[in-house]
C-alpha cells in the first residue's frame, strides 16, 4: 500500500502553513519553493484543502494561503481524506462501504483487511497537525 503525492505533499503543505502560524498568509511559490513541489500541482492540492475546510486562501498583495482552523484541530487523518478520498486498503472493502465485492459476506480474509484498514485510520486520527509540527520542532533543532 501507498499513500500517494497527493497525500505527503499535502500534508507537507499544511504543516508549511503550521510553521508560518497566524502571522501572515504564504503564497503558493513561496510554499512550493521552500517544499521543492510544483505550483501547479500544489495549487490543486490546496483547492482540495480549501474545499474541505482545511485552508483558507485571501487576495490581493498580502495574500495567500493560511491555516483555516489551529493546527491542534485539524487531524491528520482529515488531510489525507480531503486529497485521498476515503481510505481503503483493497477495493473490496472501504470507510463509505462502497466495496464493490459480491464475496465479501462470506470471506475469510476481509476481517483482515478491515482489521489493518481499521488500525491504518485510528493511527491516521489520533495525531493533529500540531503533534506533527512538535514532532518535526524536537528532531530538526
Same mark, same amino acid.
Given at each position: 500500500m501507498n499513500i500517494s503525492t497527493k497525500g505527503r505533499y499535502g500534508l507537507r503543505a499544511v504543516l508549511e502553513l503550521a510553521? /508560518?502560524?497566524d502571522d501572515k498568509p504564504m503564497t503558493l511559490s513561496a510554499i512550493a519553493a521552500r517544499q521543492k513541489l510544483s505550483e501547479g500541482y500544489l495549487e490543486?492540492?490546496?483547492a482540495a484543502?480549501?474545499?474541505a475546510g482545511i485552508v483558507g486562501s485571501s487576495r490581493g498583495a498580502q495574500g495567500g494561503y493560511f491555516l483555516a482552523r489551529p493546527a491542534a484541530e485539524i487531524i491528520v487523518g482529515e488531510v489525507f481524506r480531503a486529497l485521498e478520498g476515503p481510505l481503503a486498503l483493497t477495493s473490496c472493502i472501504s470507510e463509505?462501504?462502497?466495496g464493490s465485492c459480491t464475496h465479501i /459476506?462470506?470471506?475469510g480474509s476481509a476481517f483482515i483487511?478491515?482489521?489493518i484498514q481499521t488500525a491504518i485510520s485510528a493511527v491516521l486520527d489520533k495525531?493533529?497537525?500540531a503533534d506533527l509540527?512538535?514532532?518535526?520542532?524536537s528532531i530538526c533543532e
Open positions: 510553521v /508560518a502560524g490543486q492540492l490546496m484543502l480549501k474545499k463509505d462501504n462502497s /459476506a462470506c470471506c483487511w478491515n482489521e495525531y493533529t497537525v509540527l512538535e514532532k518535526e520542532n
